[in-house]
């Protein structure tokens, strides 16, 4: 192996080191977000609220829009996201009513 | 309103809070993550290091699988999301290239 081979697989090594740290940031976030839908669920079947706020979904689109700017994230990456964390906690919610 | 309900939107708007603050942290995160990927794309392109890497991948999946079960997190989920955001890194490095 060239020297200049070793220093780039170095680097790389370095990179994924901090993807392995990021992603266990996403996974334990991602846990206690989970943590909050589901109580958010328990707490609307328990006193009769509806289960969907167009409201509250609308402005956390707009909201996740901001971050991504500030954070420099492609907002549409940030918005197909969202959606796709939406529709796990939806299946959660039905798997839970079965 | 009664008093119930306004105590039970009271901890629906903390709940809400919560999840706001943790998106921000999801947010954050993912761009610091995509800043890493990107970055491995073109030290892989500079040097004709191949563009995927089976046991690296391997690796994150079952990383992945055991940092879920700590974390609580559905480790179905979890692969999907890894797999979203893989073909989001894939989608970006093929955006650049054209």
Do not use: C, W
């Amino acid at each position: 192996m060239t020297k200049l081979s070793q220093s780039v697989l170095d680097i790389l090594h370095d990179h994924r080191e901090s993807i392995d740290r990021l992603d266990a940031i996403l996974v334990y976030t991602l846990s206690e977000r989970f943590r909050h839908t589901k109580a958010i669920g328990k707490l609307k079947a328990k006193n009769d609220l509806p289960p969907s706020d167009p409201d509250r979904e609308s402005y956390q689109i707009s909201r996740l829009e901001d971050l991504s700017d500030e954070a420099g994230l492609d907002p549409i990456f940030a918005k197909n996201l969202l959606n796709f964390i939406i529709q796990e906690v939806i299946q959660h919610h039905k798997k839970h009513k079965l």
